[in-house]
């Protein structure tokens, strides 16, 4: 019996990978020239709405800085530390790789 090479297994589904998928994102990757007043409001905007429909956990997706002055990311680290001190966030992590990795964030609120 020969072995069955990666190509032939069939992907294995995770039952439980629907509960932790975000259910909403805020796309700021591509908009180009943004301030960090105008990320902070398009932000509060975004998390007064998410509240609205009683969402726990959501993707913001901010690119990995590559386009920006000296190729370092800008909105990320901003957005880390604007979220991670609001009193609603349990967590603010680096999204999953097949939801954009270092170029997103995952936020789970504690409403």
Do not use: H, T, V, W
């Given at each position: 019996?020969?072995?069955?090479?990666?190509?032939?297994?069939?992907?294995?589904?995770?039952?439980?990978?629907?509960?932790?998928?975000?259910?909403?994102?805020l796309d700021f990757h591509g908009l180009g020239g943004m301030t960090m007043s105008r990320v902070r409001d398009m932000t509060d905007e975004f998390i007064e709405e998410c509240r609205g429909r009683g969402l726990n956990k959501v993707l913001f997706i901010t690119g990995k800085g590559l386009h920006s002055k000296k190729g370092m990311p800008?909105?990320?680290?901003?957005l880390k530390k604007y979220l991670s001190n609001k009193s609603f966030v349990d967590r603010v992590y680096e999204g999953r790789f097949d939801r954009g990795g270092s170029g997103t964030l995952e936020v789970v609120f504690k409403w």
């Open positions: 019996m020969g072995k069955i090479g990666k190509k032939d297994r069939k992907k294995k589904l995770n039952k439980y990978d629907n509960l932790s998928k975000p259910q909403a994102e800008i909105i990320k680290p901003f």
